[in-house]
């Protein structure tokens, strides 16, 4: 099993910035790569960042690349995600997700586990 805890989220104004966290327990977290995703009400969750397990690929959603940055420290089992520039339309409860098969995916139903959520709410 794995448990997987997000936090940093909150209120913002546009143009802000906020780091996001994901600490893991419970599996060997520097095996496996983890990616973030977001969704709000009605819509279908929406990847945002992916990175291997080592930390030396990262992949980013068209409309987030440039202004979030996903890392991770294998060493205190923690995924970060740091966001930049925020827009209203970064509005959304924030998960982090770990991916047991190391796909490195941007599709949200390669994932095993996932986080509970963190709300981040930009105001413009």
């Known amino acids: 099993q794995v448990q997987l805890v997000e936090s940093g989220g909150g209120l913002v104004q546009a143009g802000g910035s906020l780091r996001l966290s994901c600490a893991a327990s419970g599996r060997t977290f520097s095996r496996y790569a983890m990616g973030w995703f977001r969704q709000t009400p009605g819509k279908e969750r929406e990847f945002v960042a992916a990175i291997t397990f080592s930390g030396r690929s990262t992949v980013y959603a068209d409309s987030v690349k440039g202004r979030f940055t996903i890392s991770r420290d294998n060493a205190n089992n923690t995924v970060y995600l740091l966001m930049n520039s925020l827009q209203a339309e970064d509005t959304a409860v924030y998960y982090c997700?770990?991916?047991?098969?190391?796909?490195?995916?941007?599709?949200?139903?390669?994932?095993?586990?996932w986080g509970q959520g963190t709300q981040v709410t930009v105001s413009s």
């Open positions: 997700a770990l991916d047991t098969l190391n796909r490195f995916s941007n599709n949200w139903r390669r994932y095993d586990y």
